[in-house]
Every structure is written in structure tokens, then in C-alpha cells.
């Protein structure tokens, strides 16, 4: 194979993995952040605090990743005519 071909395919692919890496850790900082809070009820030595720093990035990467992969996923199936009629692009007149 083509040196240009393999190296436009790797970006290809980190374009996609980058934003599920960051969709994944935002995922997982949600779910710490529910966890602790939850958790920290059963413990009488500590007050249960939220810690909306983590929850509000977790959020942010979350959306961040999950909508740009639902987006190039929709972009893709419009493109191959896979989506319903009323998604496809409007013919000019």
C-alpha cells in the first residue's frame, strides 16, 4: 500500500477514536461523581458533597464525544442515502 493512503487512514481512524476516548472518560467521570456522592450517605464520618467541577467536565467531554461521532455517523448515512426522507438535503430549484 501507498505511504499517503496508509498515513490518511491512520488520521481517519484517530479522528474517530479521540472522540470515544473522551466520551468514555466522561462517562466514567459521571459515573464517579453519582458514585461518591451515593456513597458518601452511608459514611457518618463525612459530609456528602457533590463535586460539580468533574461532573460539569465529564459532561462537556460526554456530549462533546458522543455528538461528534453521532454526527459524522448521520453526515455518512445522509451522504449514502440511508436516512429517512425527511433527513436528506433539499433539492435546489
Excluded at 17 to 29: E, K, N, R, S, T
Excluded at 33 to 44: A, L
Excluded at 73 to 84: E, G, L, P, Q, S
Aim: charged share 20%.
Amino acid at each position: 500500500m501507498n505511504a499517503r493512503i496508509v498515513t490518511a487512514r491512520f488520521i481517519a481512524v484517530l479522528l474517530l477514536v479521540i472522540p470515544g476516548l473522551a466520551a468514555a472518560y466522561g462517562f466514567l467521570a459521571l459515573k464517579e461523581v453519582f458514585f461518591s456522592y451515593f456513597s458518601d450517605f452511608g459514611n457518618d464520618e463525612t459530609t456528602p458533597q457533590f463535586m460539580w467541577g468533574k461532573f460539569i467536565i465529564g459532561a462537556l467531554f460526554f456530549l462533546a464525544g458522543v455528538g461528534f461521532i453521532g454526527g459524522w455517523i448521520f453526515f455518512r448515512d445522509r451522504k449514502r442515502n440511508y436516512v429517512a426522507p425527511r433527513f436528506k438535503e433539499k433539492k435546489k430549484s
